[in-house]
């Protein structure tokens, strides 16, 4: 249609607020909702409204309706749309009584420049109910596209950390290849050698020169078992250590480049980063973040009342809808299920799709149990290539 408003019906369903403005380019976006039963709340309000004004260059403007009936509602698209001009009404998140007064206004209306439909969010397709049509219409590729960051703020919660990576970077790529064949046999003891303290807590970034830790069996054998592999792997040799009072300093050369030494600074960067370059290469996702940092309620606290915070593994973008997913290198447990759920719930809403993304192989039980509470699983990543667990996430996606 030419280039007009879209009236949208407020939905608490996020992304019905949304995905018909990024299929097609609009003037302006008019969002009514009841006063009564669908009050939006200020914080709501300026997280849509700066999403919006963030894609479209332009403001929402959001109008309220004093009672949720069909003749309070029929009033007041009537005054909308009575000056004229071209107005799509889209259906697809608005409650019984507001698709009433639409149709209403469709039979009562002069203005021939109004269409009214309903878009398909599982499907990708989108149905003209007014006027009327049978066919149903695939849109094929967004022409535009929101952000992890952006989708997820729109749940009241506050994004404050993500890390886009150049996966197609050729040395950044080698480096998590590397990171990840050296210690995915070993997920323990590496998990123990980032727990023990720089070598020297005054000198900033010590920790990626070295380490201090008490010379007990098992800090002894995680250390040996970090470095054997660490060292056959071309990715630091051991300068010396210093055995003192019962505790071990050790120091050691690094032979990976500088920019990204940062990749072992982090017990979960392995598996994290591994999945990332996959999603990557499955050619499907318009935006992949890392270690995504989200304020639980979208209020900061005042120093010192900590916020609660969450941080997602691993969050991909697929035709504007969020796959958020949990990263454990381990052996998956239904503990980590009701994790990624409730996390998928909170922060992606109805349309997001929760993942669990595991080294170690599950249990046929936890299997099912995933199937039941309906979370993509890919389990036993340890033993797949790269190209086998990106065929994995395509197998999902297309």
Known sequence: MESGYLIEF?????????????????????????EKSQKISPQVQRQLSSVISDIFGFKPEFIPVSQCSIPCIFEKLSSIVQGGGHYDIDITGGDEAFICAAGYLAAASKNPNIRIHQ?????????TEFPKSEKEQGYGLF????????????SGAMPQASVRYPFSDPVLRKEILRLWDAVKTIPKEWNRFLSFPPSDPSEPH????????????????????????????????????????GKLTTEWEWLVPKHLRF??????????????????????????????????????????FPDPKNEIDLVVMRENLPILASCKNTFPQNEYLYEIMTMSRHFGGFY????????????????RRAKEMEILLIDGIRYLSVSELSERFRKFFL
């Open 263 to 304: 990749l072992y600074d982090k017990a979960g960067n392995a598996l994290e980063m591994y999945c990332g370059l996959a999603a990557f290469d499955a050619d499907l996702f318009h935006d992949i973040r890392i270690g995504m940092v989200l304020d639980w309620d979208g209020n900061v606290s005042p120093k010192p």
């Open 143 to 154: 022409p535009r596209y929101i952000s992890a960051p952006q989708i997820l703020s729109l």
């Open 10 to 34: 407020y939905s608490p369903r996020w992304p019905e607020n949304l995905i018909s403005a990024l299929k097609e380019p609009y003037s302006g976006v008019k969002i009514l909702y009841s």
């Open 206 to 245: 010590s920790h990626l020169k070295g380490r201090r830790f008490d010379e007990n069996e098992q800090n002894l054998r995680a250390y040996r078992a970090v470095m054997q592999r660490l060292s056959q792997s071309g990715i630091l040799t051991e300068k010396h250590s210093v055995s003192k009072n």
């Open 119 to 127: 878009y398909d969010i599982a499907t990708g397709k989108i149905k």
């Open 352 to 367: 997001a799709t929760p993942m669990l993304l595991t080294s170690q192989r599950a249990t046929p039980a936890l299997r």
